[in-house]
């Protein structure tokens, strides 16, 4: 499940995405490790974390790299034993060299092998595509290799943010795989490599399919979206912000 943006990040009090999620993994109670790597294992992200995933609904637990102490016995072994994996957003490049450096693409890698699902918003999304467009601290928008997992490109935020989809869609010209612009709310549903559906915590969010025609002219074609909505009590907590890609 990749987001273009939400979940418990970005629309606290909307809970739509994060309930689907949990029904997915077919588990009455399920394990969910947040991974806050993009952040820089950031204390509010985790306790945000902690606060949406209650020990009453799911054992939840998370791995800080950032640390001296991960929080776990043995990352790559716990990551194993999960139900959910939830990357956070934040610092696309530091969240893949963190992950290389400790192993984690490999253990992910390895879950998802072994079916366990995994998700995210933002850098959490864009992780697990071949190539990405990211921007982060305002930035300019460039071109990431991701670990491949999907053999697709995606660029989040897409209409939200200036000069993602403009980005986009000149990588995707450029020769850059083709791939997914995923809007605020929306999210994508793979079931191995193949797209099942889009999903969204939002009426209107959207999501899109990028390539290039035999002439070399970037095409767009839109995706249906299924709302999981409504929910009761849809609001946002003053002073929360979301943690971007």
Request: one cysteine or more.
């Amino acid at each position: 499940m990749a987001f273009g943006g939400g979940g418990f990040s970005m629309e606290w009090g909307n809970t739509l995405l994060d309930e689907h999620l949990i029904a997915l993994t077919g588990v009455e109670k399920p394990r969910v490790c947040f991974l806050p790597t993009a952040s820089g294992d950031a204390d509010h992200y985790i306790v945000r974390f902690y606060r949406a995933f209650a020990a009453s609904r799911c054992e939840p637990s998370h791995i800080s790299l950032f640390r001296r102490e991960t929080g776990v016995g043995d990352p790559r072994a716990h990551l194993l034993a999960q139900d959910l994996v939830y990357v956070g957003g934040g610092s696309l490049l530091s969240l893949l060299g963190t992950w290389r450096a400790h192993g984690i693409d490999l253990a992910l890698r390895g879950a998802w092998r072994a079916g366990v699902v995994l998700c995210g918003g933002s850098a959490g999304s864009l992780c697990w595509f071949a190539e990405a467009v990211s921007a982060f601290h305002e930035g300019d928008p460039q071109r990431v290799d991701g670990l491949g997992l999907l053999p697709w490109s995606n660029a989040v935020h897409y209409c939200e943010e200036s000069g993602r989809r403009a980005a986009f869609r000149e990588a995707i010209r450029s020769g850059m795989a083709p791939g997914y612009g995923v809007g605020d709310g929306a999210a994508l549903h793979f079931v191995g490599t193949e797209l099942e559906e889009v999903v969204c915590s939002r009426q209107g969010a959207s999501a899109v399919y990028v390539s290039s025609d035999p002439l070399g002219q970037v095409v767009e074609r839109e995706l249906p979206g299924r709302y999981l909505g409504p929910v009761a009590g849809e609001r946002p907590v003053a002073g929360e912000q979301p943690v971007a890609a």
